[in-house]
Every structure is written in structure tokens, then in C-alpha cells.
């Protein structure tokens, strides 16, 4: 309860190298593990030095003090996390180390290294395992740190809370703000970790080796879509494991699929939440389309009634479209049967629009999020009939309660720094001498935490080793703003949140 935040986390990263460490000696790769097993090693020593010398100090916790700790855990904590990981390669330099940790960090999963060959097996792991303890941390903070700042999504909501900062609450009747970290954590732990493990065991069941097994159930569940093996497309689980991680993408919709403590007032059922209801309906709704383009435009496409064919196009569309809109970038190993089905040869548009658009608010999907689109809905469908009825008086709606009066208006406002940020980051990019094709690609793939957009959307895949050293530290940033998103970043440099 004493010690800073970033320290504890800092402690939890250095005992998690031990487990790539103790792998390495499993499959003999003993300078693998060498290089964890020490790094954690000192990194729990130096953590355990700050903690003494800091032990008797009375620390003041406020919201604004823990929004600084995200901020400098997936700035700063990337640094000693690249420290083993390029020790165990010896080949790359500690640029591409730190870079690939923030990858994982944030949950973006964009891959440098283009060879999975190339890196030991334990190597994969500890990417994985980084991503995964990075879902882990943003399932927490959201409850714990931006649901009471109406941050993250939550200022679209009618009252974000549980905890929300009120200018009409007297500071006696606020939480402690470090006592509701710690009650969050204990609750939602167990769950993450649960579902991750059933995950594994599922896809192990279904063929999977178990190393791949771990490393994309970890992946599934925080959205990063990091694999030891390239992709699901070579995974020995096939239709079946496939079938397996569609059920469990779709806890990144919606909060609701795995806790209501962010729900204040209106449904708690998940079929009335609209973030669910708008995701299945794209789920459903863009994999349609694709499937009736075949009769419909696609013209140099010969018409095949095969059904064993449709069905395949059919679900790799499925997955695929899914698996982008919770940003987690797999690709369907039938994806290229959907693109021959459909006559869509590179429909990188696609999948570019359903990173920006994203997973569910609180969850581990980044982009713009479904209660964002969903409140600009709303609006629109408002707007349009104030145009036949300028007189009429338009009421919240039952299932509309969620959403605050101005949601569209805040949702829009993120939805245009949104934009701003896409826009400065391809200047950016582009300045360095990259192709401003690609500077998008490289942008929304940052901003939406989508790291597998950087070879999926393009014609060609880009290659992140070639890069610049600007342009690496150029896409460090953006991933970090997307992933804390653009409003909490302007939160920390407003004075008003600080003295409150």
C-alpha cells in the first residue's frame, strides 16, 4: 500500500522473466536463460533497494499520480524489458529491442522481426507473455484509473464511475484511490487468468502444440496479436481452434462479457449493451457483404456454387473481420479463400476501417471504440429526424441510458484529435521518407494498437527493420498514444486535474 505504483509494476516484469528463463533451460537454450534469469534477477534487486529506502515515507495517492504511472510504465518500463531480449539475440540493437517492448506493451503486437525462425522459442514467449501482462494492466486501469477520470471511453457514459471524481463529493467520501487499484486487481486477476488458461488448454485439445497454444491464447486475450509462428495460417489447431479464439475475441466487445463495474445505470445485460449489439452486427454484416459480392460485383470473379468453398470464404471473412476489429490482427488461415470469393484482392481499406473503429471501451482493443461509433450513430439518426421534425422532442431511450446527453459531442471531439493525431503522425512518417501509403498504414496501425495492419493492409508488407531511427521513436509515440488515447494525454497537462 506504501510503494509507488511504478515500482510494483517494474517488480512484477522482473520476476515475469524468470518464466522465459525457466523455459529456456527446459528446451536447453541456456544463454536465453541466462539473459532473463539475470535481468530479472537485478531488476528485483534494485527494485527491492527503492523499496526500502522508500518504505518510510507516507506517499499521497490521487487519480492524476496513477494516469502519470500508465504513462511512464509504457514509456519508460520498455526500456529494462528490452534489456534481456537483446542480450538473448546478440543480433539487432537495442533501438529494435526497445521498440518491439512498447509493441508488446501496448498491446500493438507490430512485428520487426520478420522471420519467426529467427528468435528462440523462450524469446516468443516473453513477447507474448509482455503483451499479455500489458491487457492485464489495461483491464485494471480502466476500472481503477480512467473510469473515475471519465477517461478512456467513459466520458461518453452517462456516469462513468464507480469512483468517479465529482466536484460535489467532499474529499472524505472519494475511495483511496491506491484501496480500489488493489480491489480491482484481486477481482479481476482471477478472471484474465482463468479465461487465458481455458484458452490455452482449448486450442492444445484441438491440436495445438503447447508453446503456440500459450502464446496465442495470451495473444487472443489481450488483442496483440503476437504469434511464434507468424500467424494462425501455420497453427496445427486449424478450423476448430480457429472456431475457439472467435468465441474468446469476443470478450474484447464489450466489458460486459467479463464484468459489470463499470456500469452505473442501464443494461447490465450483455444483449442489450450496444457496444456488443454494434460489434456482432459489423461481426456479422461485413463478412455478409463480402460473401454477396461474389454474385453481385464481383464480374471477372467466375460464379462457383461449391458450398465447401463458400463456407470456407465465408469464415475466414468471419475471423478475419473480428479479429481486426478488436485490434488484434490475426488473419484467418481462409482469408485468402474470402479475398478469391469475394474478387477483393487487397482489401487493406477494410480492415483498416475496422482498426479504426475498435473493440469495446474498457477492454483490451484499442481504436476509436464502439461506444464512440455507436453515440455518433445515435446522433445522426437524431440529426436526421430533426430535419422532417424540426419541432420534435427526442427522449434518452431505454436502451440508450449509458450514454450521457452530450456523448455524440465528446465522442466526436475524440473522433477529431483522432484524427488530428493520424494526421501529424503520417507528416511525420513521411518526413523521414516514408511513402505516405504507407506512413497511413504505419499511423492507423500505431494509433488502433494493430500492429498486423503494417503486413496486411498494404500491397507489399512494410518492412519495420529498414526504418529510420526517428521513424521507430516516431511509431513508439504513436503507439503509446494510442493506447492511453489522446484525451488522457491532454488530462496530465491540464492544471485543474492536478490541483484537484
Request: net charge neutral; proline share 5%; charged share 10%.
Amino acid at each position: 500500500m506504501r510503494l509507488p505504483l511504478l515500482l510494483l509494476i517494474w517488480g512484477v516484469f522482473a520476476v515475469a522473466m524468470w518464466i522465459p528463463a525457466v523455459h529456456a533451460v527446459m528446451v536447453d537454450d541456456h544463454q536465453t536463460s541466462q539473459s532473463f534469469f539475470y535481468a530479472g534477477f537485478v531488476g528485483l534487486t534494485l527494485v527491492t533497494f527503492i523499496a526500502l529506502s522508500v518504505s518510510n515515507r507516507v506517499p499521497r495517492y490521487g487519480m492524476p499520480g496513477q494516469l502519470m504511472t500508465l504513462l511512464a510504465t509504457f514509456v519508460f518500463l520498455p526500456l529494462y524489458l528490452a534489456i534481456p531480449l537483446q542480450d538473448a539475440l546478440q543480433n539487432t540493437s537495442y533501438l529494435n529491442a526497445y521498440f518491439d517492448m512498447v509493441s508488446a506493451l501496448t498491446t500493438t503486437g507490430a512485428d520487426l522481426f520478420d522471420a519467426p525462425g529467427r528468435l528462440p522459442q523462450s524469446v516468443h514467449l516473453w513477447r507474448a507473455l509482455v503483451a499479455w501482462l500489458g491487457g492485464l494492466f489495461m483491464w485494471i486501469a480502466a476500472s481503477a484509473v480512467l473510469a473515475p477520470l471519465s477517461l478512456g471511453g467513459f466520458e461518453v457514459t452517462a456516469r462513468a464511475e464507480p469512483g468517479r471524481s465529482d466536484a460535489s463529493l467532499n474529499d472524505s467520501h472519494r475511495p483511496d484511490p491506491r484501496r480500489k487499484l488493489i480491489l480491482v486487481t484481486r477481482a479481476l486477476a482471477p478472471v484474465y487468468v482463468g479465461l487465458t488458461l481455458a484458452l490455452a488448454v482449448l486450442l492444445v485439445l484441438c491440436g495445438e502444440s503447447g508453446l503456440v497454444g500459450i502464446c496465442h491464447a495470451m495473444s487472443i486475450m489481450a488483442t496483440s496479436g503476437i504469434s511464434p509462428i507468424g500467424g494462425i495460417g501455420a497453427a496445427q489447431a486449424g478450423l476448430a481452434g480457429e472456431m475457439v479464439m472467435f468465441l474468446f475475441l469476443l470478450f474484447a466487445l464489450s466489458r460486459l462479457t467479463f464484468s459489470n463495474d463499470t456500469v452505473a445505470v442501464g443494461h447490465s445485460r450483455l444483449d442489450k449493451d450496444p457496444e456488443f449489439r454494434t460489434g456482432l452486427l459489423i461481426v456479422l454484416g461485413v463478412p455478409l457483404l463480402l460473401f454477396v459480392r461474389h454474385w453481385v460485383a464481383a464480374l471477372e470473379v467466375n460464379a462457383s456454387n461449391d458450398i465447401a468453398m463458400a463456407f470456407a470464404s465465408f469464415w475466414g471473412a468471419l475471423f478475419t473481420v473480428a479479429s481486426f476489429l478488436t485490434t488484434n490482427g490475426f488473419e484467418s488461415a481462409y482469408w485468402f479463400s474470402a479475398q478469391e470469393w469475394s474478387g477483393l484482392e487487397t482489401p487493406g481499406m477494410i480492415l483498416l476501417g475496422l482498426a479504426v473503429m475498435g473493440g469495446g471501451v474498457a477492454t483490451t482493443a484499442g481504436g476509436v471504440k464502439l461506444l464512440r461509433v455507436y453515440a455518433l450513430y445515435l446522433n445522426g439518426l437524431r440529426e436526421m429526424e430533426r430535419l422532417v421534425l424540426p419541432s420534435s422532442v427526442s427522449g434518452e431511450g431505454r436502451g440508450n441510458r449509458r450514454l450521457q446527453s452530450n456523448g455524440a459531442f465528446v465522442a466526436w471531439i475524440f473522433f477529431m484529435l483522432f484524427a488530428l493525431s493520424l494526421a501529424v503522425i503520417c507528416v511525420a512518417l513521411s518526413a523521414f521518407g516514408i511513402p505516405f501509403e504507407q506512413a497511413m498504414i504505419l499511423a492507423v496501425a500505431g494509433l488502433s494498437t494493430t500492429g498486423p495492419l503494417i503486413e496486411a493492409a498494404g500491397h507489399v508488407p512494410i518492412e519495420l527493420s529498414l526504418m529510420a531511427a526517428p521513424a521507430k521513436l516516431i511509431l513508439c509515440f504513436a503507439m503509446v498514444l494510442g493506447r492511453l488515447e489522446t484525451l488522457a494525454i491532454i488530462a496530465l497537462l491540464s492544471p485543474n486535474l492536478w490541483r484537484s
